[in-house]
């Protein structure tokens, strides 16, 4: 779960009641998250940083409930990568928003920047306000508290769905008007375009690597066209537009250094590969024994 606030303790309550109480929760904010710290394992910090691919690996779901879309863009480019089910949960004035990405069983899935997904935002063309004489409407607040809690619970019921495989093997952007309780689920599938997953063949091998860009001379004799290929970078790095980069570009920036990115994509063999920089040390030993549990279905 990233992102304890309203939403995130309701989709965590409702997974309760489901039977589903092995949760982790990351927030930004340590006192945000205060209250789940008895049941749960509560991690403070950017999820960016904390969240690592290696981690992020190790569940059967991420669950954001995070309300800059800045940040879900960042969960969704983990997710990819990781090969990890995604769901997205946000609200919209009285509009509760699930979007669900089975990424572990599906390898053309949508992701959460599709084209696709964007256009499915659910757009109510008339509220309906019910005012009684003599009784108060209901206040923003109180519309607010109510658009969390079904959004809470939708996205519980899509993350059930998809666990038991009953979800149709499609990504999913499903609402709910909390004022009127109009509903709406749309099937998303992958855009050609997309700035994020097109061209990306999935699932990615992640292969645990030294952040350090530094070319020998005997490389550059022996394979100079390795200096030629391209690798996107997973952070925006001051200074130089776009994320995609020539390996020679960053050698010769970096010379030996690190770049300020946590992973990297590069193609071997017409196969996406993801660099990781992270958890280096920690995860070299593991790898080879991790990689099949992750090919296993969704309980
Ligand atoms: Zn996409």
Redesign the pocket.
């Known amino acids: 779960m990233v992102g304890a606030g309203d939403i995130g303790v309701e989709v965590i309550r409702n997974l309760g009641l489901m039977g589903i109480g092995q949760v982790e929760v990351f927030d930004w904010d340590r006192y945000v998250a205060e209250a789940l710290r008895h049941r749960y394992a509560v991690h403070e910090g950017d999820f960016w940083d904390r969240l690592t691919l290696d981690r992020l690996r190790t569940f059967d779901f991420a669950v954001g409930t995070i309300d800059d879309p800045a940040a879900r863009t960042r969960l969704?480019q983990k997710c990819?990568v990781a090969n990890v089910n995604l769901l997205q949960v946000w609200t919209e004035d009285d509009v509760a928003m699930v979007g669900a990405y089975p990424f572990g069983s599906l390898d053309d899935c949508?992701?959460?920047?599709?084209?696709a997904?964007r256009d499915a935002v659910a757009m109510p063309i008339a509220s309906l306000k019910l005012t009684v004489d003599g009784s108060p409407s209901m206040t923003p607040a109180g519309v607010q508290v109510t658009t969390s809690s079904i959004a809470g619970a939708l996205a519980a019921a899509l993350l059930a769905r998809i666990a038991a495989g009953s979800h149709g093997r499609v990504a999913r952007r499903a609402s709910i008007d909390a004022t009127t309780g109009a509903g709406r689920s749309i099937e998303l599938h992958?855009?050609a375009g997309?700035?994020?997953?097109?061209g990306?063949v999935r699932p990615v091998a992640i292969v645990h690597t030294r952040n350090c860009w530094a070319v020998s001379p005997a490389v550059a004799r022996a394979c100079p066209e390795t200096l030629d290929e391209y690798v996107q970078l997973s952070d925006e790095v001051e200074g130089l537009p776009g994320r995609s980069f020539k390996v020679r570009e960053l050698a010769d920036r970096y010379r030996g250094g690190a770049i300020p990115a946590k992973f990297a994509l590069a193609t071997v063999g017409g196969r996406a590969v993801c660099l990781d920089f992270e958890d280096l040390v920690e995860a070299t030993p593991r790898t080879d024994a991790r990689a099949p549990a992750r090919s296993r279905p969704a309980k």
């Open positions: 969704n990819l949508a992701c959460y920047e599709c084209a997904d992958r855009d997309c700035v994020r997953c097109a990306l």
